[in-house]
């Protein structure tokens, strides 16, 4: 075998299986030398538009590794690149020269043959289960991988995109039932729409998010957090926002799928770096505010967390105390090792830590006294339906008054009208974050904000 330690990542690239059959400008993966996204679809295009007898289809094979992000975790992102350059030369050799061979990001190739019926497909697909399960030796750990694969074989009826989401769907199906096996999609296409549309989404949502990453198109939104004794600034919660090509997505569409595909980790160590440096900005023109950072489940697994939280830190001369870090309940109450060290590490490295949504967790309200945070926020869910909901009232009452004879600071989130901010003024709550208030804002915006208020006090 091939030890890839020693391989230049290039050196390691695949030969495309046929360039004969590749298309004019065949659009590459540069990791790897196989097709792209795109490439593939252009590729399946064509192929599809050479079948004349639907008993000799094309067939798409979906791959996926498995377990790819916790080798990707614990060995670093370098041995994660050769393991995949390794693993793409494989797929070279079991598929021979039949086909095309595309990296679809991540961690998932495409294989897709031609002129290719169910038997066949699945001669092919014992082979490459086969071949890509050989071990690996990445430094000083052996690997066993495994791949799920979804095949899908074309239909009359639907495009390339159709015929490689069936296959991508079934992939995660194959994954589901515990992976390393091969699966074929069914052959309705309508029952499976809805959740066709939904990939296709996810899929344009992840590739506006690699484009954001590299081409600088996040940013931070602002929004200020006020003190109810004095009106005082209490901090700023730092909310990311995605431009993709003059479209904002919001949070609500690229969280999700930033998650699932673990590009929250580098989204979240770029929103530490660009939040520290927004403190240090800061601090130079005069101003010491504390900024709110939400940190991900994803984050909080990942072994390299301390080390984002001091690379912030070390680029920017940002003191950990002005950098709040946000932690969901549910993350909080989460005993694995990984997570509860990293928890630690934080509060070590003097970051403060606020437990955010609280409320929403189905945790216990007894558990608050042994979580280390200072701060608690009171989920929007019990904000929103008050003053009418007597049941919501009842239990944000509950909530800020244990968490203050906790000695812990009680942030009221979403407060939208000024009843609203009366209740809560009058259940103690000891800060207000919401639309009624202040928006969350460009850090302009937000400038000009502080200026007005500091021009009224
Ligand atoms: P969150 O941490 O609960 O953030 C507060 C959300 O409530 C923000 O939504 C904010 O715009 C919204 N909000 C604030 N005041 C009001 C109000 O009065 N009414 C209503 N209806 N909404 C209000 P946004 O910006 O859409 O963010 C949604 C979620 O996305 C955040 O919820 C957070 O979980 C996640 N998120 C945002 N930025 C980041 C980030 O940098 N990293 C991670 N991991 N998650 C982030
Ligand atoms: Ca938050
Ligand atoms: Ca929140």
Excluded at 55 to 67: C, E, G, M, Q, T
Aim: glycine content about 6%; aromatic content about 6%; some cysteine.
């Amino acid at each position: 075998m091939t030890d890839i330690r020693t391989l230049p990542l290039d050196s390691a690239q695949p030969k495309l299986p046929d360039p004969a059959f590749a298309p004019v400008t065949p659009s590459l993966d540069s990791l790897t030398g196989l097709l792209d996204r795109e490439g593939c679809v252009r590729a399946v295009e064509e192929l599809m538009r050479h079948v004349r007898d639907p008993k000799h289809p094309v067939a798409v094979f979906w791959l996926n590794i498995d377990r790819f992000k916790q080798i990707n975790d614990s060995l670093g992102h370098l041995a994660g690149d050769s393991v995949l350059a390794e693993l793409a030369n494989r797929l070279a050799l079991a598929s021979g020269n039949q086909g095309r061979l595309a990296r679809m990001g991540g961690d998932e190739f495409v294989l897709v043959v031609d002129n290719c019926d169910r038997a066949t497909a699945e001669h092919i697909a014992r082979d490459l289960l086969a071949t890509m399960s050989h071990s690996l030796d990445v430094g000083n750990m052996r690997l066993y991988p495994s791949v799920s694969i979804g095949i899908a074989l074309s239909l009359a009826q639907e495009n390339a995109r159709e015929l490689l989401e069936r296959a991508d769907t079934t992939q995660l199906e194959a994954k589901r039932y515990g992976g390393a096996q091969f699966r074929f999609a069914g052959e309705d296409l309508q029952p499976g729409r809805l959740g066709k549309l939904l990939a296709r989404e996810e899929l344009e949502v992840e590739e506006a998010l690699h484009v954001a990453l590299e081409n600088g198109g996040l940013t931070l939104n602002y929004q200020p957090i006020l003190r109810v004794a004095d009106n005082s600034l209490e901090a700023i919660e730092a909310l990311m926002r995605c431009n993709c090509e003059g479209t904002m997505i919001p949070p609500g569409r690229f969280i999700p799928v930033a998650e699932k595909t673990g590009l929250i980790v580098r989204l979240g160590e770029w929103t530490l770096l660009t939040g520290a440096r927004f403190v240090a900005h800061m601090l130079e023109t005069g101003r010491r505010v504390k900024l709110a950072v939400n940190v991900s489940r994803a984050q909080l697994t990942a072994p390299k967390f301390t080390q984002a939280l001091y690379a912030a830190l070390a680029c920017s001369n940002c003191p950990p105390e002005l950098l709040e870090l946000e932690i969901t309940e549910s993350l909080f109450m989460d005993n694995s090792d990984i997570v509860q060290r990293n928890i630690h590490a934080a509060l070590d490295a003097g970051f403060p830590l606020a437990i955010d949504d609280f409320g929403t967790g189905y945790s216990c309200l007894a558990s608050l006294k042994d979580l280390p945070a200072k701060k608690l926020k009171l989920d929007r869910a019990f904000i929103v339906d008050l003053p009418h909901n007597s049941r919501s009232f009842a239990i944000a009452r509950a909530i800020v008054h244990l968490a203050l004879d906790l000695d812990m600071t009680v942030v009221a989130e979403g407060v939208e009208t000024a009843e609203q901010y009366q209740i809560l003024e009058e259940m103690g709550a000891t800060a207000i974050q919401g639309y009624y208030l202040a928006r969350p804002m460009a850090e302009n915006s937000l400038d000009d904000w502080l200026a007005q208020r500091g021009a009224a006090q």
